[in-house]
């Protein structure tokens, strides 16, 4: 009998993969031949062998009517089978099966990893999806951590575990009839909805201020950047009630510390953290126009070179991480039917968490602005010299949504965003690292091709631990000074080096692939930094 060619794939990183040529005869026990040769080619503990659908091989009788040319087989070191499951529809379900998921790639100049292509692949064959999108800032990141765009038709309210696949920043979209709080998708109004990850309501906001570029320095600043950890002392209750933000209690320690730690093992409102941008890639930075590439629509946004603008980057801390914890604690990573209590009360909890997390980005600004005396009260607006809002978006949320083009007929959809600027409602503001510039892009052409949906950053070209590994190649202070010449506030220096600008992709290659390479969007008008806030200790 001849060799079979197989391909053996590691079951819990299906991008690690391996071709085999298999001869049944040369074992008596064909089952543990499989597993060494697992072993020694994808190099871990194989005890499981599954094929493509989830059907466990436990006997070389199994095994050999399974047997064929170009086999795929999945190596489980004692995991269950990660992956679409293979059942047998009821006579409904197959009245609704949908399309294959159509998976479109922003990417074409900007780099983008094969393991993020493979969890993109990955959360295509979710049961009910439709359209996968990943933009150019996509990158992988761990488990349950969905990527950048998904539109499905319909999710099966069956759906499992072993239907998640290990992702994140995605945007998507599926039926209505169920909603999924642990995954960042879109779907159809009459299915399930998938939920929006830990971080619920993270976007940025882009303010005027009333400072002068000609007259701003910013080592000063950065002096006069104190205090603005901790609680905020101004009128929070009054603030929020005016927001129409509910106050949420939550676990201030068991989510972890985001900027400064508040009290220990105590439950409290969730205003108390209205305070700093948070850990890890948030931020607060000003800066200022160098280029003004479109000049029509840089005066109708009523924007100004000679003025200092404050970009804020946050979310909703760990209230979102809160939300997260308390649905998969009790359902797991299955999908909610939304008009059911259990959906209904997501969908309240998710809005809140927006509203918080806006209304956070707005304090962050208030106070970054009072210490500077570079506004009026950005929270309830101002006279004089007028503070602006340019623009504030989300870029982790669901929202129901029309879809389709004009002159189609148009559907009804959740719209998930992981990490996804929304194309659909004006000017987005797409910053590179903070040792790059950032740009103010107009969204143009059918956005339904993308997704309605724009890339929000630069994406990580390296992990946390990489990045933190090159500590010896400069010191901490230099890491404080970029070479643009601007300033960077933080006290954290593993935060320091895991954020540094050289972690990041090239932010000129995602907007090429925006703008030359898939006439999606066009550059208003290009902003530098000038200081950085990340963190400060008191």
Request: charge should be positive; hydrophobic fraction near 35%.
């Amino acid at each position: 009998m001849p060799s079979t060619r197989l391909t053996l794939i590691k079951n819990s990183q299906q991008n690690f993969r391996t071709a085999v040529l298999f001869n049944p005869r040369e074992s008596d026990d064909k089952i543990a031949a499989i597993l060494t040769l697992a072993k020694n080619k994808l190099r871990i503990r194989a005890t499981r062998i599954f094929v493509e659908g989830g059907n466990e091989i436990s006997s070389s009788d199994e095994l050999a009517n399974v047997l064929q040319n170009d086999r795929k087989l999945f190596i489980s070191g004692g995991e269950d089978y990660i992956g679409l499951l293979k059942e047998h529809p009821s006579a409904e379900e197959a009245a609704f099966t949908p399309a294959p998921a159509t998976i479109t790639n922003i990417a074409y100049e900007s780099h983008v990893e094969p393991d993020a292509f493979a969890q993109l692949k990955q959360t295509a064959i979710l049961k009910g999806m439709r359209y996968v999108f990943g933009m150019p800032d996509l990158h992988p990141v761990m488990p349950l951590r969905l990527l950048r765009k998904y539109v499905p038709h319909r999710c099966d309210i069956r759906h499992r575990r072993h239907d998640l696949p290990s992702i994140d920043r995605c945007v998507a979209a599926n039926s209505m009839r169920n909603t999924f709080p642990s995954l960042c998708t879109c779907q159809f109004i009459y299915n399930r909805f998938h939920n929006t990850g830990d971080d619920i309501g993270c976007g940025m906001v882009l303010y005027s201020t009333r400072l002068s570029v000609s007259s701003f320095k910013p080592q000063r600043a950065a002096e006069r950047l104190r205090g603005i950890e901790g609680p905020w002392d101004g009128p929070i209750k009054e603030v929020m009630e005016r927001a129409g933000v509910e106050s949420t209690e939550f676990d201030a320690t068991a989510l972890g510390t985001i900027g400064n730690t508040i009290g220990t093992n105590i439950l409290r409102p969730p205003f108390l953290h209205l305070m700093s941008p948070g850990g890890g890639n948030h931020f607060a930075e000003l800066q200022q126009f160098t280029e003004i590439l479109d000049p029509d629509e840089f005066v109708r946004a009523n924007l100004s070179a000679d003025r200092v603008y404050l970009l804020v980057h946050s979310g909703s801390r760990r209230l979102g991480g809160s939300i997260l914890a308390a649905h998969t604690a009790k359902h797991g990573h299955a999908g909610l039917e939304p008009s059911s209590p259990e959906g209904q009360s997501y969908l309240r909890k998710h809005d809140n968490a927006c509203k918080w997390a806006r209304l956070n980005r707005e304090v962050i600004a208030r106070r970054v602005m009072e210490r500077l005396n570079a506004g009026d009260d950005v929270v309830e607006g101002g006279k004089g010299k007028k503070v602006e809002k340019v623009l504030d978006l989300w870029h982790n949320n669901m929202e129901r949504k029309e879809w389709g083009s004009e002159g189609e007929t148009k559907k009804q959809v959740w719209v998930h965003r992981k990490g996804a600027a929304p194309s659909d409602r004006g000017l987005v503001m797409i910053p590179g690292s903070r040792g790059a510039c950032s740009y103010l892009v107009m969204p143009v052409g059918d956005q339904k091709e993308n997704g309605y949906s724009l890339a929000h950053g630069a994406g990580r070209k390296w992990t946390r631990t990489f990045a933190l590994s090159r500590q010896h190649r400069c010191t901490s202070q230099q890491m404080r000074t970029t070479s643009l010449g601007s300033v960077v506030i933080c006290e954290d220096e593993e935060l320091l080096y895991e954020e540094q600008p050289d972690a990041y992709k090239e932010i000129t290659d995602i907007i090429t692939d925006l703008t030359a390479n898939r006439r999606i969007a066009k550059v208003v008008a290009i902003l530098s930094p000038l200081l950085t806030y990340k963190l400060r200790k008191k």
